[in-house]
């Protein structure tokens, strides 16, 4: 009975699998002679631009004539009170020169894409405000972020991230 | 014998789980294929370039052994009979390469179909083996995998303020320069061919995008930001673009004609809206914003005002892309403010239903819809190495290529 019992779960098992089985697709019935040479389109070019967007200066993104890089939290684009030394500096030094100032959002390699390049504007941005509200014209400023691709740093520590979450600022020239 | 029965109903209820299951997971009937080399000088990466290409496509269920043979030959080896198909092919590399394919019924070494194929270069040879699978797929009568005859365009860093950006094909293994040095950002196709991309330089004062063409060389300054200025969706006639810029150092989304005119604002916000997408026959966009407090994804209509958040998990999703009314974005599942954290991908639709995860582990991010889209692409971090992975949604095979070790910073399929 017990026999007869496994035989007819394993026979209707079989028949349940075997039904959800599919069929091969229909096939051509005669064989296809093509021969071609296909179409992987031409080569394409090579553009070196080696000659633009130098660094400045020799660890390349630091910020320059005068100015002094100001720092940020994680993911934070909002200017802590420990930042106003160096906003002064910034003032006193912009307000000396008639040059426009280039002001440069920078981020840690933490976030993606696009966020980061945004990120990178509103730091910029805080610093512009910072500025404008101490009398430098707002005419007077550019700004331009670099999302993560400008660090000064790259050794994984807590220290050096910090390092790359900053604005820098130089003369246009 | 109460307990025979029991065995019994419960035996037929395992079966009927596991058959359930088979019709979810094989939704349409894979073929068993075997690669059969009849090359003079076998080449192992052609053959892997072959294998890959098969898996992927989520029609065959691939032989991984790598067989030897006359190509000439319909003699099918009895250890091949259990086949339903057995691909032959010569490859031929000096000047160029050449390959040539049969495709035969194993169980009777009838011929369905032979084709050959030719260029003057060996370094795309990879194409080949993409072409070659893709059109054997289609006298299957399977649907398209034409995306795998597709380029990737990609971004990498090189340096502080450097970088470079690469043609490959879709596995990476073919990969060429297409602009060395400077810094230039954020590729993006221009138009179905595959003619010319657009990208962000930092040549100038403030960045610009260009619209350059890989062939012809000829580039075209498209319209520039103080800030910044990305290419982020292209619709798909080619006639119009998204494009993430800030024009009063506010990084908002605009839309515009593909030559840089009839700029119109579509987002309106005091922080950050990045990264806009078609949806919804291009009616309206999804997009990324932090107007909650933390980065996440959000949906308005390309007129209208109001806006309406898509997806309600995660803290931090910060990367997104989408194909018709299907959405795909990378969430942030760990909160290590420093070093590996855990991002997975995520497939959910424009009004925020069917959510459901695409990868458990490691680093995954920069999620792309195949052009018809049925296939994600996406880089993982795992382990200290990075990958370009792939998902086919329909079968659910995940292939990963391993990469090199600079920073990818963007790519587009």
């Keep these: 009975m017990i026999k007869k019992l496994l035989l007819a779960t394993s026979a209707l098992s079989l028949l349940l699998l075997t039904g959800c089985g599919q069929t091969v697709p229909e096939l051509p019935g005669s064989t296809s002679n093509i021969s071609d040479a296909t179409a992987i389109t031409g080569d394409a070019v090579s553009i070196d631009e080696s000659g633009y967007g130098n660094g400045s200066g020799s660890r390349g993104n630091s910020s320059s004539d005068g100015f002094q890089s100001i720092y940020f939290d994680f993911a934070d684009y909002g200017l802590s009170s420990k930042t106003e030394r160096a906003i002064a500096r910034n003032v006193s030094v912009g307000s000396k020169s008639s040059s426009k100032i280039k002001i440069e959002g920078n981020c840690d390699e933490f976030g993606t894409d696009e966020y980061n390049y945004a990120l990178g504007l509103k730091r910029a941005k805080a610093v512009k405000d910072a500025l404008a509200s101490r009398g430098i014209s707002a005419s007077k400023m550019v700004l331009v972020s670099f999302g993560e691709s400008n660090p000064v740093c790259s050794s994984p520590t807590d220290s050096c991230y910090a390092k790359n979450r900053r604005v820098d600022l130089r003369l246009m020239k | ?413």
């Design chain 2, 1 to 413: 014998m109460r307990y025979l029965l029991l065995l019994f109903v419960f035996s037929l209820h395992l079966f009927a789980v596991d058959a359930t299951l088979k019709i979810e997971t094989d939704v349409e009937h894979r073929s068993r294929i075997s690669l059969e080399d009849g090359s003079a000088i076998s080449n192992g990466k052609f053959f892997k370039t072959l294998l890959a290409d098969l898996k992927i496509s989520g029609h065959f269920l691939a032989d991984s052994r790598q067989h030897k043979g006359d190509f000439k030959s319909s003699f099918v080896a009895p250890a091949l009979k259990s086949q339903e198909y057995i691909l032959k092919y010569t490859l031929t590399q000096s000047t160029g390469t050449k390959l040539r394919i049969r495709l035969l019924k194993a169980s009777n070494g009838a011929e369905v179909f032979k084709k050959s194929y030719a260029i003057p270069t060996t370094a795309k040879a990879p194409f080949l083996a993409h072409k070659a699978i893709s059109d054997v797929n289609d006298v299957l009568k399977y649907p398209s995998i034409s995306w795998i005859n597709r380029y990737v365009i990609y971004a990498r860093y090189t340096g502080a303020k450097k970088s470079e950006i690469i043609l490959a094909d879709y596995s990476f293994s073919y990969q060429k320069d297409i602009i060395r040095g400077g810094l230039n950002l954020f590729p993006k196709w221009a138009d179905a061919k595959q003619q010319s991309f657009y990208y962000t330089s930092y040549a100038g004062d403030i960045p610009a995008l260009y619209k350059l063409n890989i062939y012809s060389g000829s580039k075209r300054k498209i319209a520039s930001s103080e800030g910044m200025i990305i290419c982020s969706d292209v619709s798909r006639n080619g006639s119009k673009i998204l494009v993430t810029m800030a024009p009063d150092a506010q990084a908002d989304i605009y839309e515009m004609s593909a030559s840089g005119g009839g700029k119109r604002r579509v987002t309106f916000f005091n922080g950050i809206d990045v990264s806009g997408k078609y949806v919804d026959n291009e009616s309206r966009i999804v997009f990324v914003s932090n107007r909650l407090g933390y980065a996440n994804i959000f949906k308005k209509s390309i007129s209208g005002s109001g806006v309406t958040q898509v997806v309600y998990h995660g803290r931090n999703n910060n990367a997104v892309d989408a194909y018709g009314s299907k959405v795909v974005y990378s969430s942030r599942e760990s909160q290590k403010s420093f070093g590996n954290n855990t991002f997975n991908l995520y497939l959910t639709s424009s009004n925020g239903s069917g959510t459901r995860p695409l990868t458990t582990t490691g680093t995954n991010q920069f999620p792309n819809f195949s052009t018809d889209g049925t296939v994600i692409q996406y880089i993982k971090h795992r382990g200290g190495s990075s990958s370009i992975g792939y998902i086919n949604l329909k079968s659910k095979q995940s292939l990963l290529f391993p990469l090199g070790g600079r920073k990818i910073q963007s790519l587009d399929w």
